[in-house]
C-alpha cells in the first residue's frame, strides 16, 4: 500500500521483517503508554508468525504493514482489525523512538485510513492512553476525535459521524 509515495511505504508484515524491526522496536519509551516492554528477536518471529497467518477468528480480518521509508528502512507499523462484516476498524500505529517526530505515523495512519475508506469501511476507531500526546495527535490528523468511552485505561477515539 502506498503512503506518501515520497517519503513512505505500507509493505505487508512477513515474519522476515522481525529481524530489522526488534531493533526499531527496542526503545523501552514506546512501551509508557502501551504497556510491556521491547520483544526479543524470538518473540517477535512468533507474534509475526502469528499475525501473518491472519485472525483465528473468522468474524475478523487482520492487517499489518511494515511502514518503511523511500529508502526501504524500517521505521515502524501500522495495523487494523476489521470486524463487523468489514463495516467496523480498530487501527493502531507504532514509529520507533529514533524515527519519531517525522511525520511516519500520521503519513501511515493517514494512508491506512484511505485504504479503509476504499475497503467501505464506515467506523474507524482507535484506542489511546489519555496522556499519550503524541498519538492523539496523530488520530486528530486522520480526523478521529476522542469519544467519553474507555477500555482498559485507554479512550476510545473515532471519526465524528461513524457509527458506534
Not at 67 to 84: F, K, L, N, P, S
Not at 116 to 140: F, K, M, Q, W, Y
Amino acid at each position: 500500500m502506498a503512503g506518501t509515495p515520497e517519503r513512505i511505504r505500507l509493505v505487508p508484515l512477513a515474519v522476515s521483517d522481525a529481524e530489522e524491526m526488534v531493533e526499531v522496536l527496542s526503545g523501552a519509551d514506546l512501551y509508557t503508554f502501551i504497556g510491556g516492554s521491547a520483544p526479543s528477536l524470538e518473540e517477535l518471529r512468533v507474534r509475526y508468525t502469528r499475525q501473518a497467518a491472519g485472525s483465528p477468528d473468522s468474524g475478523q480480518e487482520w492487517h499489518n504493514w511494515i511502514i518503511r521509508t523511500a529508502g526501504g528502512e524500517a521505521v515502524g507499523y501500522v495495523q487494523a482489525t476489521i470486524t463487523d462484516g468489514g463495516r467496523r476498524a480498530e487501527i493502531a500505529w507504532v514509529v520507533g523512538s529514533r524515527q519519531q517526530g517525522q511525520g511516519y505515523a500520521s503519513e501511515a495512519a493517514q494512508a491506512l485510513v484511505t485504504w479503509l475508506d476504499g475497503r467501505g469501511v464506515a467506523t474507524i476507531e482507535a484506542h489511546i492512553h489519555p496522556r499519550h500526546a503524541a498519538s492523539a495527535a496523530v488520530a486528530r490528523r486522520v480526523g478521529l476525535l476522542p469519544t467519553e468511552r474507555f477500555d482498559d485505561g485507554e479512550r476510545l477515539w473515532r471519526r465524528p459521524g461513524d457509527t458506534p
